[in-house]
């Protein structure tokens, strides 16, 4: 390897560290929220709050990161983006009230998105070799998933040893390592945008809409579905959301060119994320709530219950995933996944409040795992296959956007339905514990509507070549690549 190759190498690890750890804060709080619902005195329903705020703020400023990053430049932006994270991960570990994790939780989200958008642009600019960038995505693939499975692990353990809080603290010895070493080994970019204008209009727009409908949701059931309050919050949201519509289709440089939904894949695939994201966040969030609540598990049990489901994730993901595509081109593995992952999801339908690990819960977890890892990389060919090449990362930011705030609304609109149901069984004379399990089922069932809605839309809506004809995409080109 040329001294020129081990320094490019090299600042690709960096950058995948910082990656890492932004993936891993998605799951690593899961295992905790138990805790720290005990702990600082959260609602079944404020509990969301603690993701939802996370993923509000990754979701509503992925785009906006990468505008920022076209006009600053992407090393610059990706260091601030890792200051911020670790900062706000100290906030958070320290924390000692409900307001203080939750704003702590935003300004992760918002460093999080930073570091994610101007993470891969630096990346795609280190390897312009269609070999070297295919292997190098599938290594961001494989953290990606990689990076949930270790968050569950790691949450546990941290969890059981030292309490919640340190979840958020192990972010700050790997955040100053990585700001350091980013200034000095990953080369500075000139800025690819200079002299256009920010979207700031659009930015504020949409990220205040979508907060203020996660919010209306959350509290629905303490304010009621029909009062005032959440009609009132609903309608300020939508009514901001058509304002942002407006912004985009007369800014001359907007966020979201909304030509791109004009393109029957990358608008279903849009669609599919939200749902998918809705499911998996379903998964993550409540399964976790039914072992920790329900089933009276450590947190460390937690983390390895969920292991098998994850590793099973990471390895399809990396490499399977690929050569299915390949065999039988995109439409049916994606299909596959994501019916295999609503099919996991109705299995936790039935788990009872004495469920036995391998009979009741172990079978959802493989499910759900091989669904995810055969769905994800066809979703993101899909979305890009019908938009140019010049614009394929735009197409794939608005992927990962959907994907952020489906996870984030969806999850609201679970939670919620969550403690609908249990307040309903508790006033029927069910005991606790049936209550809060009726309420999962719920909500299970619901995810489990998502993903095979999902897995409906790519049945019947998608229009992507057939097996015979993938060889000449070259984005399944690349994504085989990148498993061989």
Known sequence: MTTENRARWLAFTILCLGSFMIVLDTTIVNVALPSIREDLGFTEASLAWVVNAYMLFFGGFLLLGGRLGDLYGHRRLFAAGIAVFTAASLAAGISSSQAILIAARAAQGLGGAIVSAAGLSLMMGLFTEPAERAKAMGVVGFISAGGGSVGVLLGGILTSIFGWHAVFMVNIPVGIAVYALSLRVVPATRPAALGTRLDIAGAITVTTSLMLAVYAIVNGNDAGWTSAQTLGLLGAAGVLLASFVVIESRVHDPLMPLDLFRRRNLATANVMGVLWAAAMFAWFFLSALYLQIVLQYEPLQVGLAFLPGNVIMAIFSVGISAKLVMRYGLQAPLTAGLGLAG??????????????????????????????????????????SDVEPERSGLASGLVNTSFMMGGALGLALLASLAAARTGDALANGAPQIVALNDGYHAAFAIGAAFALGAAALAFKVLRVSSSANTHEDPNVESLAAAAD
Request: charged share 5%; proline share 7%.
């Open 343 to 384: 099919l996991g999801l109705l299995l936790l339908v039935r788990a009872p409040i004495d469920g036995n690990y391998v009979v009741d819960v172990l079978p959802s977890m493989v499910l759900l795992g091989l669904g995810a890892g055969i769905a994800f990389n066809p979703m993101i060919i899909v979305a890009m």
